[in-house]
Nanobody, 121 residues
């Protein structure tokens, strides 16, 4: 079994900063891509940022320059530092990881349970 557990999130005012973290645990052979997605009410889930095991990053245009993704490969952690937050950043943020199982050696996509980020104006 593989599990992703997010922490962080909460209520902040526009312009403030907030950090999210996500820990992967379980039968992990290798973690390839890790990242964050978000889903606002009435909208589809969208990419926020991803990071490869080699630390190559990709960001949605809407968060470039404001959000920073990073990871700790040794501890199977991924982080999202969000600054200059806007009300339109309000959403449930989901951790994502593409993980090869140490039991089956098959790669699958895994998701965390989601954490709410609310930015008030």
């Amino acid at each position: 079994q593989v599990r992703l557990v997010e922490s962080g999130g909460g209520l902040v005012q526009a312009g403030e900063s907030l950090g999210l973290s996500c820990a992967a645990s379980g039968s992990i052979f290798r973690i390839n891509v890790m990242g964050w997605y978000r889903q606002a009410p009435g909208k589809q889930r969208e990419l926020v940022a991803t990071i490869t095991s080699g630390r190559s990053t990709n960001y949605a245009d809407s968060v470039k320059g404001r959000f920073t993704i990073s990871r700790d490969n040794a501890e199977n952690l991924v982080f999202l530092q969000m600054s200059s937050l806007k009300p339109e950043d309000t959403a449930v943020y989901y951790c994502y990881a593409a993980i090869t199982s140490s039991r089956s050696f098959i790669a699958n996509n895994y998701w965390g349970q989601g954490t709410q980020v609310t930015v008030s104006s």
